[in-house]
C-alpha cells in the first residue's frame, strides 16, 4: 500500500537549490522528502504489529528509494560495526555481485551512524546503508536506500542529506502519525500500533497502551453518503457495524451532542458505558465517539476512545487534547 500527502515544506537540498517537501510521521519518526515520493508499508500484513519493532519506506514512481526498519533493544545496544556487516552480508544472499565502495561514520540528526556505500555493477544500481542507535527510545535504526548509478550526482548527496535529517525522538509532547488522507497525534512514546489499515476510501489506525485505546478513521466520498452535516449521526449509525474495522463488541452509540470547534467546524460527540454483563465485573468500558466533515476533502471522519479505567484527570486531559488536535488536523 502506498500514499501521498500533502504536508508540504520548503527544503535547501543540494548547493543552495529550493525543492518542496513532505513530511511524515511514523511510529515516533519524522522525515521529509521530496515531493513525488510516496510512502509504503510492508506488503505482508500483521494481526499485531510487535511494539518492538517497525518499518517503512520510500518510493517515487520508477523504484524504492529508502526504507527506515527498527528494534528496540533492552539494555545493552547493539553493536553497529557486527549490525552493518550483517546486512550486507544479507544483501548479498540475492545479490552477489554487490561491493562495498566505501564505509565509514557519519551524524544522523545528533546520533553517529556506521554507513557503507555499496554498488551493484552489473544492475547499475548503488546505494547506502545508514545505521545508528537513538538513545532516547532505544532503538537500533537501519536506513538502506538505492538509486540508479547514472544519477548518483543528484541522487547521491540527496539520499544522505535526507537521512542525516531523520528525526527519531521529537522533542514534542505528541507525536505525528500520517497516513492516507489522516493526520493524527498521539502522547510521545506512550502510544503503540495495534493495527492500521488503508484501504480505498477508507483509512484506519488503532493505537493503545494500557490505560486508552484510540481509533481513527478517514471515510471518503462523503458526498455520495450525506447531503448535510446534520444527516452524519444517522448516517454513522446505520454505517460502522459493516464497514468500520476494529469497533469494539457490544459498541452502540445513541444519542450525539453538535459541538462547535474552531472555525465553525461542527463535530458530533457521543459518550456511553457499556456494561459488563458477568455481576462481578465492576469494570465498565468507557467510549467517546467524534465525528466531523471536511467538505473541502470531501471526508468524514470519525475518533473513538475506550478504556476500562476510571476517567480520571490524566486520561480525560489526553483524550481532550487528541481530540483537539485530530480536528485541527483534518
Known amino acids: 500500500m502506498i500514499f501521498e500527502v500533502t504536508i ?42 510487535s511494539k518492538n519493532t517497525g518499518y517503512f519506506g520510500f518510493r517515487d514512481a520508477k523504484e524504492k528509494k529508502l526504507e527506515v526498519s527498527w ?47 555499496w554498488e551493484l555493477e552489473n544492475e547499475r544500481i548503488q546505494g547506502y546503508i545508514v545505521v545508528w542507535i537513538c538513545d532516547q527510545t532505544q532503538r537500533l535504526i537501519i536506513c538502506p536506500s538505492q538509486f540508479a548509478t547514472k544519477e548518483k550526482s543528484i541522487e547521491k548527496p540527496r539520499i544522505m542529506n535526507i537521512i542525516s535529517q531523520i528525526n ?4 514534542s509532547q505528541f507525536s505525528v502519525w500520517t497516513a492516507p488522507n489522516l493526520q493524527i497525534h498521539s502522547p510521545y512514546l506512550s502510544m503503540n500500533l495495534k493495527k492500521k489499515d488503508f484501504l480505498i476510501g477508507l483509512t484506519f489506525i488503532h493505537l493503545y497502551n494500557d490505560e486508552l485505546n484510540f481509533l481513527a478513521y478517514r471515510i471518503g466520498l462523503a458526498d455520495q453518503k450525506v447531503t448535510d452535516i446534520e444527516e452524519i449521526p ?4 446505520a454505517y460502522y457495524k459493516k464497514h468500520l474495522p476494529g469497533i469494539p463488541s457490544n459498541y452502540n452509540p445513541e444519542n450525539f451532542t453538535k459541538l462547535i470547534y474552531k472555525k465553525k467546524k461542527v463535530t458530533w460527540k457521543n459518550k ?15 467510549l467517546e465517539t467524534y465525528l466531523w466533515l471536511n467538505l473541502k476533502k470531501n471526508d468524514i471522519y470519525c475518533i473513538i476512545f475506550f478504556t476500562k479505567r476510571k476517567i480520571e484527570i490524566g486520561i480525560r486531559e489526553l483524550i481532550e487534547k487528541m481530540t483537539k488536535l485530530a480536528i485541527e488536523a483534518n
Not at 15 to 41: C, D, E, H, R
Not at 87 to 97: D, H, I, Q, R, V
Not at 168 to 171: R, S
Open 8 to 49: 508540504i515544506n520548503t527544503f535547501d537540498f543540494l548547493n543552495g537549490i529550493k525543492m518542496k517537501t513532505q513530511a511524515f510521521g511514523w511510529q515516533y519518526f519524522l522525515i521529509s522528502v521530496p515531493i513525488g515520493w510516496q510512502m509504503i508499508f510492508e506488503k505482508k500484513r500483521k494481526k499485531r504489529q
Open 272 to 286: 456511553h458505558t457499556l456494561e459488563k454483563k458477568i455481576p462481578f465485573n465492576l469494570r465498565n468500558t468507557h
Open 168 to 171: 527519531c525522538h521529537p522533542e
Open 234 to 237: 444517522d448516517w454513522y449509525k
Open 71 to 117: 528494534a528496540k533493544y533492552d539494555k545493552n545496544p547493539p553493536d553497529l560495526i557486527k549490525v552493518i556487516k550483517n546486512f550486507f552480508e544479507s544483501l548479498k544472499k540475492s545479490k552477489k555481485e554487490i561491493k562495498i565502495r566505501t564505509e565509514g561514520e557519519r551524524k544522523v540528526n545528533d546520533h553517529k551512524a556506521k554507513y557503507i556505500y
